[in-house]
T-cell receptor, first 111, second 114 residues
Framework: GNSVTQMEGPVTLSEEAFLTINCTYT??????LFWYVQYPGEGLQLLLK?????DKGSNKGFEATYRKETTSFHLEKGSVQVSDSAVYFC??????????FGKGTTLSVSS | NAGVTQTPKFQVLKTGQSMTLQCAQD?????MYWYRQDPGMGLRLIYY???????DKGEVPNGYNVSRLNKREFSLRLESAAPSQTSVYFC?????????????FGDGTRLSIL
């Protein structure tokens, strides 16, 4: 079946450091891929998405590229801020079915 | 602009008690979902409703029932709560599931069962 694997956290960085959170998936066909972010005490918010191979999603300085050859959708940001501290979820969706989430990666950024 | 509203935000129950979690959306979305979030497990789908009048089981439906009361509201019921159902519950909605529109999430209900 379909599944999402993302790197385990927590990830601890200093402000202005480079961020990568790895995400790989298993799916038949061509799923859509998403990154969601969850700030403390809140629900999930869509951060970015990509719907086909080689698409790059971007938002708020975060980027992720849909790589079908490596079945990956790694999240990157060039310079993190304290306000980026949150839990990040990679997810896939296929043919209008419900989202399948990874287990989440906690990011903690210190000043 | 409320989006997806869940009530209550927090609840403590005793084993065996029943409870209904409420969810309402004001975006005229067709599809609605209930997830549970547990540490180290990500979000897992409990039930979903692709459109008004339909409901389907997700990955972890046992111990739960749902009702799609109308287009706006989708409730989740625990008939006899168990400690294993201690979790954070999220409701989500989306417009057209075939259009790659994202799901919109509520802020969650934190449920503890003693």
């Amino acid at each position: 079946g379909n599944s999402v694997t993302q790197m385990e956290g927590p990830v601890t960085l200093s402000e202005e450091a480079f961020l990568t959170i790895n995400c790989t998936y298993t799916a038949t066909g061509y799923p859509s891929l998403f990154w969601y972010v969850q700030y403390p005490g809140e629900g999930l918010q869509l951060l970015l998405k990509a719907t086909k191979a080689d698409d790059k999603g971007s938002n708020k300085g975060f980027e992720a590229t849909y790589r079908k050859e490596t079945t990956s959708f790694h999240l990157e940001k060039g310079s993190v801020q304290v306000s980026d501290s949150a839990v990040y979820f990679c997810a896939l969706e296929q043919a209008g079915t419900a989202l399948i989430f990874g287990k989440g990666t906690t990011l903690s950024v210190s000043s | 602009n409320a989006g997806v509203t869940q009530t209550p935000k927090f609840q403590v129950l005793k084993t065996g008690q029943s409870m209904t979690l409420q969810c309402a959306q004001d975006m005229n979305h067709n599809s609605m979902y209930w997830y549970r979030q547990d540490p180290g497990m990500g979000l897992r789908l409990i039930y979903y409703s692709a459109s008004e009048g339909t409901t389907d089981k997700g990955e972890v439906p046992n111990g739960y029932n749902v009702s799609r009361l109308n287009k706006r509201e989708f409730s989740l019921r625990l008939e006899s709560a168990a400690p294993s159902q201690t979790s954070v519950y999220f409701c989500a909605s989306r417009g057209d599931p075939n259009s790659n529109q994202p799901q919109h999430f509520g802020d969650g209900t934190r449920l503890s069962i003693l």
